[in-house]
Structure formats: structure tokens, C-alpha cells
């Protein structure tokens, strides 16, 4: 158990420890079994987190600020669009005013090529832990979350396969920070990772090549494919949703029309069951129903994507209070 | 007394027995004496309430979110255009998720024809308590609002008069949920029911037959008029507000056209003189100034729209500390 | 010391005695200190603040935020365009009800000629204190910190000089608050004040009136000038930031046509350098960097901007703390 973590930022999981992720996972189940006992845990009481959103959420605005409460302190929901941030407020102006203010700043800021930069700027400037939300390249505490409910469902991940698999969706070209970040953490535990998608929708290759690294050292593995039916079979874990064509695409117009050419990358329960019998679906959500995955898959028995949403919940809250304490 | 009503949902009054009603009413004036009094009652310290507006408020978000952080909790302000609700989140996945990240969910959802279902089907997918903060058939805390201050200005409800009337406006169609649920709880508590309104602001007929057959059980009565003067004479209670004629009108426009044959329902000091001399006059707010009621009435003796408005805040916390302890 | 302030309003910072600004500053040292040492004050539990903003602002919402969830209440962010407020709700029924709601009542409503008249309007049907967090006219509590952070950087201020100087900015018209009740807080206590800006750039004569006997009384005296570099010369503080010629031109074009003739006001390493060695340099925030200020300035070792700001928190704890438990 590695508990230094007073202080620590955590912008990307990959450098946290494989221990200190460990501990994280382990305060999230004691945080999850207090609640459902109603027994008191305010590690924070009186402790204030500004989070800072460029762009809207639901479950994770909902979740920080629920846990943050619950542990007896206070979130703060900044929007960028009603502050001075967006006219006139530097990163290090934020990190340094808003670190003076509170005792930790998460930011979601996924804007390709910029968010992880400002988050890390914010972070140089501030006093206290800055937590990342979601940036172009990461989203840790979904991770966290989606590690949770794997070892909630399967117990040791080593030498399972889990398919994290590109779908096709209408609404809008989302960030690659999630199967980045989940390749990433995947390998690190020793899992079998299939990487599928089109061609458009490569990753950034120096997480592909850490990825690798990870699966090296931990008796996992890495392995590409661009055949979406492929990806299913005999899985454990079918990690399939959208993302956009970000490293391609020159506009969201280019990544519309790309995302065109593959429609019919939708998870429906053909799919499904060529999965092994016991294979879970996971989708951090809002998901395009029966577009990206079909009703009879997310409502299906093989979906976990409720208790998924939920350890958002317990796995930030265990992040909080071991960080800003 | 019936205090059974931890995890209950409060979408209807009407669907609370009057026992109950009775129980959120003694709380309230205790949960009163004791703000007063300065004299602490954190009944839910550290518990979340989600409150999801499809429609904005001053005197409803506020006073929610006050009560909760009086009784020691945190209420999350939640705006449904902010968020993904409006683009991908179903009614399902906002009860599933919410009522997993916190121990309660507030909605306003006005909208005709929609906020009552939407709210019924969080409901059923929550785990924790909805609380309707206003929907396009029912307002129920405002309700509990208004039974405390009757009481506390009149005493015993049985027997007396109220005009629960249609009054002219010009800012926008009114949702029809204040009269509708307060002509039930007016004849449950045995009061005598003036429903006064020109033809084309009727209510629902299932709500008036319900509303009928409480006055039959009650020893109440129940009583239609479309003469707006008639209306005023010699009651104890003056409740006249705008509302749009929903069940009527095919767009705004035309319930705008139809309003317009009315603009002479104005409550004025004229037509309160002819209600009993110690009758009250009771708004919701916000009023249409000089339009829907004369600034003489509202600022005068009469009014206790103020008390009215402040009893939100009381019965809420009543709500909530039984509810989601 | 004068410790007599519960229910006070704080609307300008000339209508507290000289002993009780001095008591704030007691307050928000031992509050600054208990923070640094991580020691519970939770001297408002359970209280609520209604925070009102009628204009956008970053530090002012998350330090009074973040200081009443210190002190172990909340704060409600209220937007006014998310409200009734913009279309219905009067002045005097937001003081009577967020007053009936919460333990206290901050606004900001910078408009020219309506700010402070709606603040005090408010004040007037409020049964709690309503603290101004900067209106046309005044910004109390800018002011406050910055006497801390000027009493922590120098101590005594009987005798030192203070540039109070006008900048240009490209941005907007922004309020004379800071710089009015700059000049009365500065001749309150003993400071030579250099009031310097361009002739239309004035402030309200009745300001200059009372600054005048101020520095008559206190032993500081009061001087106006309209030239910017003979503003540094010698200084011990220099605060110079824009503000619009609200007395003097009609609209936004025109002031931002006046502003134009004066683009080369601004504080850059050249100027500072002609003050006293040790002078300061300090500024509200957010800068038009490179326009109003230098970076070589602002960034530089003079700078005392990020102490300034974080003293926000600490005072208007104090404020909170004194009046509204």
C-alpha cells in the first residue's frame, strides 16, 4: 500500500503507481460499503474543490460534487463561459488564485491539443492537488471507475481479454481520452488488450508505444485490429464507443464524413454473443442508443454500465480524500 | 401521526394520506421554531439532493437549496441545458445514476404534456426519493406551502371559503399545476371551493372529479364560476392567479389571443373589499405587477405573500428530513 | 476594537468605523493563520449565504464561496438571467425572501447608476445583512484585502504614498468602484494619496469630497493629477488599473473612443522603476496584460497581486463571520 498521496495531482493514471492505484481501489470499496451503511466518512469536512468545466457533463459534474459533500466538504461548479477565465485569466493566474481559494482544483478541458496542456500549466501554478476531469488525452477517474467494476464483476484482471473497440456515433466527434487512458491502465494489469478500430481512428503513438511497454512488464498484451466483429470474440470485456478521427481529421466536418464510412460499428447482441458467455459491455456513457450500441446490449444482462457510473462515485471520492486531506 | 415515509416520493400531494400531511405540516413548524430559535438540525449532514431544472426559478431553487444546507447537506444545482440531459441522457439513466450519486432528486419540468411523465420515470428508476418541484400537472411543495400559511393565519381549515381564481397576465402561459393541486388539497382539508376561471382556462377533469369527491369526503365543497367579481365576495381566502389555457389553446400565440379577452381579472382593492374583511391574499409569486394583482393588494394589509413564499423554505426541509434521512 | 456588527450591511466601506475595519483585519489575520494550520473555524455551520450576480466574475464568486463553505456554511450561486429575477422578481421581494431563506445576502451589480440603488433596495426589505461585492459605485471588500495585504507588505500606512492611478485597457468599460473606494479607505487611513488620470476619466465629486476630509482628519492629505508618469515618482504603492469615463461619455463607443487616446498609460518596468525601491505594485484582477500592465510588471518581484487576491478570502470570511452568525 503506497499512501504519500497528500498533495499528488493526478492528470494521468500512468503516473501513479501500480500500489498507489491499489490503495486508490481499495479506500473507493471501504468509501462504497460506508455509504451503503450510512456510516459517516467527512475526511474532508469544511474542504473546498474548484472544478472547473470548459465543457458540460452530467454524471461527472454530479459525481465530484456529490462526493465531495458526502465527504463533508464543498465542489464548486465553474463554468468557464461564466467566469472571467475565458477573457482575461491566465492558467497560472487560475492556478494560482483558485489554489489560494481551495484545496484542490479538478478541470475537464477536452479540447484537442489544449486541454492537457492548460491542465498541466494550472497545475504548475497551484498549491494544491489539481484533479483531471477529462483532457484531450486522459480521463483517470473514468479509468479508475471502469478498474473498479472489472474487479467488482471478475476479480483478478490478469490474462483476461477485453476488447476496447472504436463504434460509430452521430452526435458529435468525442475525445480519444478514454480508450487512451484505458489501453494504458489495461495493460498495466496484465490484461490481453484488443485495440480496434478503422484506420482514421488511430491513437497517439507514444501511448501506444507506453502501452506496449506496460504489457511488457506485465505479461499482458498489446495487439491492433481493424475488424470490428473480430474484436468480440471470446472476450471478457467489450469496451466498445465512439470517439473521433482526432489525429486525421482536419475539422469535425472531415470527422463526420469519415465517421460515415463506418455505421454499422454498433454493438448489438449478434455481437455479443460471440463474446465469451460471461463477457461484460462497459460504456462510460451517454451513449448513442442504437447507434453506437443497441438497447438490447446496454439494458441487456451483460451490461454493467449503471454500477460502472456509480464507482465514479466511490473511486473519486477515495482520490479526494487521500489528496486534499 | 404517520412517519413512515423514509424513501417516499413526493410527485402528488393527493397521493399522500392527510395524516401524512399532517406529519410534514408539524415538522415544518418545528423545523420553524427551530431556525429561529438558531438551534441546529442537521437531519441529513453530509446527504446529497440533485435538484434538475428544465425551468428556471428563483424562490423554488432557493429555498431547496438553502434547506438542505440548513439540515447540514449540500443541494447540487443542476440545469438541465448545461448538461448532457438534453442530448443522449434518458429519463432511466438520469434515476439510475443520480439515485446512486445522491440521496435524493428534485426535478422542475413545467412542460405540458411531459414534466409529470418525465418525473414518474426517473421515479421508478431511482433508488432514493423524487421530489416534484413543480411539474405541468402538480406543485405539491408549494401546496404544503400554502395549507401551513392558511393554517397559521386561520387556524382550522374546515368550513371556511377560498376563491382559488384565474387571474389576467401577459408575461407568459402559466403552468396549471397551482390550481389543480390546490383545489385537491382545499377539499381534502374541508374547505368550501370557489374554482372561478373563464371557460377556456378549465382544469383537468379527472383533477375536478377527484377534487368532488374529496369535498364529499371531507364535508367540503366544491363550486365552478366564470364571474371573476362573484368570486371575491365574502370569502376568507383570495388565492387568484394567471394560469394558460393549456387544455384549450393550440401554441402560445393563441393562448395569448385568448388571455386578451381577459385583461380585466385584475385583483384590486375594489373587488378584495367584498371578500371578508379579515380575508388573506395569497400569490405564489412572481405576479404580474398591476396586471395580475394591483401593488394595493399585494403591499397590503391583507397579503401574506411573504409568510407564504418563506413557508417554502419550511415544509421543503419537512420533505426532505423525512424522506431522505 | 468595535465587535457590535451582526446584521450589519456592509455596502461601502466608509460607513464602518475606522475601529471596526480594524477589527475585520483581526478577524482575517487569525482566519488566514488558522487556514495555514489547517485549524476548524466553523464559526457560520449551517448558515447560507445567497451570493446574487447580476455581471460575471471569477474570484469574487469563488472566494466568497469558498470562504462560507470554510466556515462550515454554503453558498448559493445565484445567476441573475437564471432567474426570475431578470423578469418579474422586485428588488424589495428578493430582499424580504432571499432574506427569509438565507443568513445573508451578497449582490453584485456593477451597472452605472443602478448597482447601488439595487443593493440597497435590497438591504431596506432584508432582515439580514446584505455585503455588496462591488456595485457601481463601491467594492468593500476588494478594498479591505487590499489594506491587509498593504498593512502586511508595509504596516503602519500613516505616510506612505499611494499612486492611485487610471490604465488603459482594450477589454470594456469597466466600474469606477475600485478606485473610489480605494480613495476613501487610503485618506481614512493617513496615506497620501495621487488620485491620477485623464481629465474625462473623474470620479463622482462627492467621493472627492469626502476622500478630502478623510485626509483632513487623519493626517493624510488628497491630490489629483493627469499625469501618468509623474504619478510613480517616489511612491510606496502603486495601483493603477483602468476604469471607464462614466461620467463623462454616453455609451460604450464613446468611452472606448476616449480610451484610445490614452493607449500608452501603461505600468511597465520604465515607470516602476521610477517609484521607491521597495514600492509595490498591486491590481484587482484580471489585467489586460500588455495593455494596462507589463508582464515584466505584474509577473515581476514588486507584484504583490497573487497575495492581494488570496486576501479576498480571508477578509470577507471575516466580514461573514462578524455579521451573520
Known amino acids: 500500500m503506497q499512501t504519500g498521496l497528500r498533495g499528488r495531482d493526478l492528470i494521468s493514471l500512468q503516473e501513479w503507481s501500480l500500489e498507489e492505484v491499489e490503495t486508490i481501489l481499495e479506500v473507493a470499496a471501504e468509501l462504497k460499503r460506508d455509504r451503503a451503511l450510512g456510516k459517516p466518512h467527512p475526511y474532508l469536512r469544511d474542504r473546498v474543490l474548484a472544478m472547473l468545466f470548459f465543457f458540460s457533463s452530467t454524471r461527472t459534474r454530479a459525481s465530484f460534487e456529490a462526493g465531495m459533500a458526502q465527504l463533508g466538504g464543498h465542489a464548486q461548479f465553474i463554468e468557464s463561459r461564466t467566469t472571467q477565465i475565458a ?6 493566474e487560475i492556478g494560482e488564485i483558485l489554489g489560494r481559494y481551495n484545496d484542490g482544483i479538478a478541470i475537464r478541458h477536452v479540447t484537442w491539443g489544449e486541454g492537457n496542456k492548460y491542465i498541466r500549466e494550472v497545475a504548475s501554478a497551484s498549491r494544491v492537488p489539481v484533479l ?20 467488482e464483476k471478475k476479480g483478478d484482471l490478469r490474462g483476461l481479454t477485453i476488447d476496447v473497440s472504436w463504434a460509430y456515433a452521430s452526435s458529435y466527434q468525442k475525445p480519444i481520452s478514454v480508450p487512451q487512458d484505458l489501453v494504458l491502465a489495461a ?22 508505444d507506453q502501452a506496449a511497454e506496460n504489457a511488457r512488464r506485465s505479461g499482458g498484451s498489446l495487439e491492433s485490429m481493424d475488424d470490428f466483429d473480430a ?17 486525421v481529421a482536419k475539422n469535425d466536418d472531415e470527422g463526420a464524413s469519415i465517421g460515415r464510412k463506418y455505421t454499422d460499428w454498433i454493438t448489438d447482441a449478434r455481437r455479443m454473443a460471440t463474446a465469451a458467455d460471461d463477457a461484460i459491455f462497459m460504456h462510460p456513457l451517454p451513449a448513442d442508443r442504437n447507434i453506437e450500441v443497441a438497447d ?12 460502472e457510473a456509480e464507482n465514479r462515485l466511490h473511486v473519486q471520492k477515495a482520490v479526494m480524500a487521500l489528496t486534499m486531506r
Chains 1, 2, 3 share one sequence.
Open 187 to 208: 495493460t498495466r494489469a496484465g490484461m490481453n488488450v484488443r485495440l480496434v478500430h478503422p484506420p482514421e481512428y488511430r491513437l497517439m503513438p507514444e501511448i501506444l
Open 296 to 307: 438490447e446490449v446496454i439494458d441487456g444482462p451483460n451490461s454493467v454500465v449503471y454500477d
Open 132 to 151: 483531471n476531469m477529462q483532457c484531450d488525452m486522459f480521463h483517470p477517474h473514468q479509468i479508475l471507475a471502469d478498474l473498479m467494476t472489472m474487479r
Open 231 to 247: 474484436g468480440f470474440r471470446g472476450v471478457d470485456v467489450v469496451y466498445a464507443k465512439s470517439w473521433g478521427p482526432l489525429l
Open 87 to 92: 477573457h482575461g485569466d491566465t492558467a497560472k
